[in-house]
């Protein structure tokens, strides 16, 4: 079966830097479209930044742009999230997620087709 899993979440303070990984198996990774999702305490999950299959086109969320970047292995099967200059609000669990097709529909959870289970990030000022 297919299964995204997420590390490299932790403790970091505002201006920090994280990077998370999330190794995929059980689909053919290099056809799929992969996102990064985060849902924050008391709030809904949002988009954070996705990737198409051979890493031609990215798209990212308005608050991220700028500070986080995207980029896959496509021989590794592994999606990375490269988290700088980091804030309080960046605060979340943030969530690997993958799809076929690229298109509009990218900002939107409901267009994913695999999750992994998460890996929290906290970010104090």
């Known amino acids: 079966q297919v299964q995204l899993a997420e590390s490299g979440g932790g403790l970091v303070q505002a201006g920090g830097s994280l990077r998370l990984s999330c190794a995929a198996s059980?689909?053919?990774?290099?056809?799929?479209?992969m996102g990064w999702f985060r849902q924050a305490p008391g709030k809904e999950r949002e988009f954070v930044a996705a990737i198409s299959w051979n890493g031609g086109r990215t798209d990212y969320t308005n608050s991220v742009k700028g500070r986080f970047t995207i980029s896959r292995d496509n021989a590794k099967n592994v999606v990375y999230l490269q988290m700088n200059s980091l804030k309080p609000e960046d605060t979340a669990v943030y969530y690997c997620t993958g799809r076929t097709g690229y298109g509009a529909s990218v900002y939107r959870d409901t267009a994913y087709d695999y999750w992994g289970q998460g890996t929290k990030v906290t970010v104090s000022s």
């Open positions: 059980g689909l053919t990774f290099s056809s799929y479209t």
